[in-house]
């Protein structure tokens, strides 16, 4: 295993800054609350964040884990130019989690062989390897880290085979990056419930952020769990409400931003607002999380 101790000199991966519109969402870092540090100044950089938190995870000896970037622009992709945004994004995690690993040796797996194949031709420099879910051998020996692009729910199968190759010996870490395992079009049910249980459970969420109707959920690993809350008083600055070691279930939110919505005397923020089309999302997630 080719992983050395960090390094802070994050590689400056380019990604033109048009397709990056953070107009209709927003972080605050700028605060001075020791609190709120912690949040990324916008969407690049809570892509790099995230590689940063997955290699810290890789390199402490973790074996399966998930990136989840639960916003607007990296959940709708119809929208013109969404995928090609989440392509580039996605390279950005990629080349931080090499340079923060040292690793030479990463495989990046993509949902279908049309996108490896077209990602492959236009990253000619890139020092990953390439392939897709459906590929014959999509890992190879030589492979010492896999990171999985946005898996969704029509291939998991083949996700949950690949998982269990790389629990071979020697096992090798798994990143999935943004996975898209569960759907609201395939219900609640059983089949929803056994996943969570046997499979995703055995995954460690080392970057989450989630934003809610009136503030935030928030991992970095290897910090806690951190619940973000609107500063009523000083628009799109956020409060922290609330630490802890496990991932907030709907009830505990619902606690906790119940009462401040009701209390707050201010116009939603730029953070609410934007997370205002995530709200058919929110009602499913406190379904499966229940």
Sequence with gaps: MCFHIFSRDIHQCTIPKKMIDMSNFEWNSSTSEQTTRCLPSDLEGAVRQAGQASASFVSSGGMRAIVELLIPQLQ?????GAQGELWELSRIFLDTLIEETGCQKVKAIFPDAGAAALLKYK???????????????PVEN???IVVMVVPDYQMLGYVERITSTLSDDPPRPLIMWNPRLISEDVGVGFNVRKLRRYFLSTFTVVYSMRPLPSGAVFRCYPGLWKIFYDDKDRPNRYLLAKEQISKPDAEELEIIFGDVEEKSDNGPSLFSRAAGIFSSLNRFMRVITK
């Design 142 to 144: 030589e492979d010492e």
């Design 123 to 137: 990253w000619q420099d890139a020092a990953f390897g390439f392939s897709s879910l459906s590929d014959r051998k």
């Design 76 to 80: 709708f992709l119809d929208d013109e």
